[in-house]
């Protein structure tokens, strides 16, 4: 389930260019972000026996307009869809939005089920904010490790490298900042 949060990434930004919304990209492994300001994040929940029956929840967070006092008391950069969409643009239709995301959803939903990961690698990896960029990964343990973002494998984990090595991360609590 590792790569499950970065193939529902692909399907917001697909969907998101189709109602005209472009240079959303995504960072590893489940924050949408908008010229390094974040616009949205996805949480994605497994309850049941990893080897037996289970159930997915999959979150989907995105600001479509924050007014400067809550961008204030929100303790990252953020932004919002209407700043994506820029000055002039009309208003983004809620509704219209949310039966696109579903639309786009259904569709990558289907997929992963059948064939897991793999085929949104290379289309995720184009759409990575920090791919080929020197990063710092902040590990749930206050160890940080340094290294160039070389991509995501077939199964969602972070692939750093560090000269000839190369180093797997899988989804956890594991934050990515740039160095």
Known sequence: MAGLSLAVGVAVVRALEAEGLSGVELKW?????????????????????ALGPSTVVVGLGLNVRLPLSVKRDIAQPVSDLTAVAGRGAPPIDRNRLLARLAAELAVTLAT????????????????????????????????????TVAGVDGTGALVLADGPRRVRFLAGEISLRRA
């Open 112 to 147: 992963y089920g059948e064939h897991g990961f793999a085929p949104f690698a290379a289309e995720w990896q184009r759409r990575h904010a920090y791919q080929g960029k020197l990063v710092k990964l902040l590990l749930p343990d206050g160890v940080s490790v340094k290294g």
């Open 29 to 49: 492994p489940n924050d949408l972000i908008h010229r390094h300001l974040k616009v949205g994040g996805i949480l994605v929940e497994l309850n049941g026996d």
